[in-house]
């Protein structure tokens, strides 16, 4: 029903920030990623939102990227997480984080999150396998091992080559890469 804001920051008291759009105040819960970059208070902001209609409330839940908000929803999907387990998720681990642990079935990795215990982060590993970012449509056992990887896969995706492709590039290159070079040399193996 309220897919985006656009106002001015009103107000901010982690996790939730009041966005003033066109004199109505909208208070929305956002993940710690979201908050720490938000501008400073009476400045301009647009957060991609998801509305939740519950019996006893009616909640928004902001986002800076398309990307947090998608993740944000697929975490919602699953069985036994709440919208408030969805944004702990999120404010401890980028939406990267998340997706190369994922893609590594590193549960001790979720279950540093607070909230998340081991049969949760198994849960988790499970539901969301093949769901998010990069690695969705990696060949079989190619995997996201950093940010820096995973950053030159969305690069390479954005230059319109096939997420395939990009992952077949990405195996080229060395393990410790930097992100530019990354994609320069990925770009060689590609052409």
Do not use: C, W
Request: no cysteine; net charge neutral.
């Amino acid at each position: 029903m309220i897919g985006r804001l656009t106002g001015i920051v009103a107000e901010k008291a982690p996790p939730q920030v009041l966005i003033d759009v066109g004199g109505v105040g909208y208070e929305v819960d956002v993940p710690m990623s979201t908050f720490f970059n938000l501008p400073g208070l009476g400045e301009k902001v647009t957060l991609l939102t998801h509305f939740v209609v519950r019996e006893d409330a009616q909640l928004l839940y902001g986002f800076l990227s398309a990307e947090e908000r998608q993740t944000f929803r697929e975490l919602v999907k699953i069985s036994g997480i709440g919208p408030r387990t969805a944004l702990a998720v999120l404010s401890g681990m980028s939406v990267g984080d998340l997706s190369g642990a994922v893609a590594r079935q590193e549960g001790a990795r979720l279950q540093k999150v607070p909230g998340i215990g081991k049969k949760t982060a198994e849960r988790l590993l499970l539901e969301l396998k093949g769901k998010l970012g990069p690695d969705l449509g990696l060949p079989a056992g190619a995997s996201v091992a950093s940010d820096a990887q995973a950053d030159i896969v969305q690069a390479l995706v954005a230059l319109g080559y096939s997420e395939k492709d990009a992952g077949l590039a990405l195996k080229k290159l060395p393990a410790d890469v930097g992100v530019s070079e990354g994609i320069k040399l990925a770009l060689k193996a590609l052409g």
